[in-house]
């Protein structure tokens, strides 16, 4: 991922979920149609494309869109 | 990672057409294309597109295509089953089937199955989806733990299975699914030696043997056996397990999901009916016009041997009730031949209901078979090994499921097989003898090729309709009937095999089965009527007829017995209703063509048009046919 904006286009492609850039900081459990089970298809997607593993621990620690980049951008 | 791996290959997003209709705000107001868009997809792919289907709110969907079947559906179990839903959505979406699912919060099959005053009861589902793993046996194992813990433990929670199975069937509405438990080598490898492995293994496939035996306790119930639909996928991811609580990999419930989505389908009435084959390249390989009769390899070498391995799968599909069909560019003369001459074919002229060799557009010979055996061509699966030909039928008849075999025959099966197509709770009696029914019934055509009129071939048929009293016996048959039947079909009220039971032991109905016979052959069961004693008047809930024995005036014998049978027995008048679907119209003026007048619609009928004979004179049977009419026992009111 180049950029968080990756992270968004991909949340609003995959999930249907429709996020914006400022929506990045805002907590997860503010977000219309969020659901904790939507990181296992974020994590297949992400894994899928990069071939690289996402720490699952760190994920489910995170908050808010930026805390997910901060573990999947990496991967 | 690169902005061009975002996009390349495998994992390049939701398909294409189904996300720019969600994009575009679109998805609801074109949602009949959704089975269209979703054609080909693998399981990954529908998972994808069921993210984007599970965002469209049911009502709004049905407030802008009101004829949507709707399906009704519970998902829980004994880890977190949440990630099934999107799958699930997408393959019953397949199937033109508009999902609304509950899904339960982690584990709690428990609490939703076995007490009947809970939610998932009063929901009423149509389909009850329990998602079991091993975990239900090794997340009440203490450490360390022997087989014979395990033995103990499994068979505890086969008791509480059992449980639940009696509540579901006492309590449910519609089709509770079970599977069994895939042992994981995780678990597997935890014991070092290779007795205790096998001690392990023995007593782990008694009890999903027992579980498998949970089928046999009543129709509600179906137990899946998932242990085969893992080979080649991956069964679990230990992240997603232990992390989140996912038994297993979103490959494998997509599968699952797969399974569910043909069963679904069937429950609906939608399984299909016929399977038609391509030759060349498909059955054989070579080309007949080129290599000749004796040319085509069927069993020479490993390619031929493998072309015979797929003939003998087609057969197998066959004597289970699978029409069988041939629609090949080739000369019909030489095909014969093959099919009479070759030795080392499986397949035999009488496997097939029909063989259309000639060199019109394949489309053309599917749109006349499904004339010729009566049959919608969503009843149709075809196969064939040229993507031209595949890609000409699938854009000219959408209905038809199409199975693009390649140039490897070995890979034939699995591509037919994976996706079950044909996959039924039951094969009845009558499936297996289906083919030779649909033969006879061409034959007829032929034969009544030979007459001046209708009636005189009529007469010469020797028909002999019997019109009795359904027993338990009938059940399967019944429900099968009120499952397939679209075109005669008067209310479309499908029934699950326990509401057909319940229906025999209401001493206030009445089901009538009818069974037909003529000079080429038993017809078998082929129809059924759904009466109930209101008062003092016959009301007529359901009347079916096989789409095999139309126009040959059974409905008329039926009417024409129970208007006897209601005279007989003091009431005052039968009624009965239309409800228009999109394929019963053949029916649509039943009523009115036999004396039955037309009642004023009522506030909230919805389409539905109702009829009334008020007896004042009988129903004249036909005289073509003998009618033996049995209602022994009666209509108590």
Redesign the interface.
Known sequence: ??GID?LIT?IR?????AVTAGDAGRSLDEIP?W?S?H???LV??VE???GRPAS??DL?QARDIEGLYAVLGGA | ???S??TAG??A??PAGL?EL?RGGDLAVRYPEVPALLEGLDG?EM??AG??L??LDPADVLSRHPATRTIAVAVTGHG?V??LQ?ALTAELARHGLLARTAVSPFGSYLFDLADPAGRLYADQPDLTICLLDAGVVFDELAVPWRPEDVRRVFAEKLRTLEKIVATFAENGRGTLVLNTLPLPFEIVAQLVDYRSRAALGAVWREANARLLGLMETGPAVVVLDLEPMAEELRLSDQ??RV??G?PFT?ELMARYAREVGHLAGGLAGQGRKCLVLDLDGTIWDGVLGEDGVDGIAISDGSRGQAFRAFQRVVKQLGAQGVLLAVVSKNEVSAVREVLRDRADMVLREEDFVRIAANWRPKHENLTELAQALNLGLDSFVFVDDSPHECGLVRRELPGVAVVCVDGDPALHAGRLLQDGWFTTREATEEDRARTERYRDELVRKDFLDGFESIEDYLRELGIVVRVRRAGPGDVPRLSQLTLRTNQFNLTTRRLQQPEVSALLRDPGRLVLAVEASDRFGDNGLVGAVFVRREADVLHIDNFLLSCRVFSRGIERGCLAALVEHAIATGVTAVSGEYRPTAKNGIVGDLYPRYGFRPVPAEAGDDGVARFRHDLREPLERPAHLQLEADFSGGTRS
């Open positions: 991922m180049n990756d991909l492609d995959e999930l249907g979920i149609g659901d089970v990181l296992l298809w297949t997607v899928q494309r990069t699952f621990p489910l | 990672m690169a902005s791996e975002a495998h994992g997003g939701p996300s969600f990954l998972t994808r993210q984007l599970g965002r977190s949440a990630p999107p992240r997603f992390y989140a996912t979103t």
